[in-house]
């Protein structure tokens, strides 16, 4: 469901389409996902100390710490409206980098990364799992099934726009919206102009539907891989790759910490990345305040 076909197997994907009746869930907040985090952050009274803007790609690190004077961990980043350089200095680090971020080797690390992290890191892939967003007109009779997945094969392109969603059927506040959404998952379609998209989407239409489907009248096509903050919608294990290894991969080395959505059992949402955050803050916390620390 999340790759390639020849890249994962049936029995772990097929329950992803027995359904209980419940649909699927859809953030329909107008102020978007963002709200999410700026929320928890208000309730952190973090005025003074949070940052934005900053793209860190340097960090430096102490072995041991007491080496030197300064504070064990220096954090480079440049400032994308000032375009300057600003260092941090800290006594612990927590580290959200995706996994895309960390085998693009954006990040500048002094003494580099253990050998065996990066190891596993590079067994990891980061995948690209985009979302387009057909709206047609509202005075529109809708020309496609009335059920919640609509399944296609396509006999010219292989994998391609298989997976589309009835958002009429989704209820709440997509209810009679008239939009389609089409997943896609390992695909060039991030290097396809917008209307390439779109022209190749209609021929898809017209395949399964025929003279009755109509052109869109606007499409949204999401772009996680040039996204460079992330590099891919997610990480996954290819074939070969445990579940165990994502434990040794956010282990701690140090006074660096990882966290993300790679962390833990749920790899590839969101929910794992705001828990994994938040157990390795508490674990950070417990390091500092109460000497427990695991390394």
């Not at 995706?98 to 190891?119: A, C, D, R, W, Y």
């Not at 006999?155 to 209810?175: D, E, H, S």
């Not at 898809?204 to 109509?214: C, D, F, N, P, Q």
């Not at 891919?232 to 701690?252: L, N, R, W, Y």
């Amino acid at each position: 469901m999340f790759d390639k076909p020849d890249n994962q197997g049936l029995k772990d994907n097929f329950g992803y389409f027995v359904s209980d009746g419940t649909p699927p869930y859809f953030v329909n907040d107008q102020r978007g996902y963002s709200s999410i985090v700026e929320t928890v952050v208000d309730d952190l009274n973090l005025e003074y100390n949070l940052f934005f803007e900053e793209f860190v790609y340097k960090i430096s690190y102490q072995e041991k710490s007491g080496e030197t004077d300064q504070k064990p961990v220096q954090v480079v980043a440049l400032n994308q409206k000032t375009n300057k350089k600003d260092t941090f200095s800290a006594d612990y680090v927590i580290m959200t980098f995706s996994v895309g971020v960390l085998k693009e080797n954006h990040i500048q690390f002094t003494p580099g990364l253990p050998e065996e992290k990066m190891k596993l890191i590079n067994m990891l892939e980061m995948k690209s799992f985009d979302k387009i967003f057909l709206k047609f007109p509202n005075y529109l009779k809708p020309f496609w099934d009335n059920s919640l997945y609509i399944l296609y094969v396509d006999p010219i392109v292989k994998g391609r726009y298989q997976t589309w969603l009835n958002m009429n059927a989704v209820g709440g506040a997509f209810k009679n919206s008239n939009i389609l959404m089409v997943m896609t998952q390992g695909d060039d379609v991030p290097q396809l102009k917008k209307e390439e998209v779109k022209k190749e989407l209609v021929r898809i239409l017209r395949a399964m539907y025929g003279s009755a489907a109509v052109e869109p009248e606007e499409i949204l096509v999401t772009n996680w891989d040039k996204d460079l903050l992330s590099y891919g919608a997610f990480s996954i294990h290819p074939k070969g790759v445990s579940d165990s290894a994502t434990m040794d991969i956010c282990s701690s080395f140090g006074r660096m910490y990882m966290a993300g959505e790679m962390c833990g059992g749920h790899t590839g949402n969101v929910y794992q990345a705001y828990t994994s955050g938040s157990e390795v803050a508490q674990e950070v916390y417990n390091c500092m305040h109460n000497m427990t620390c695991n390394t």
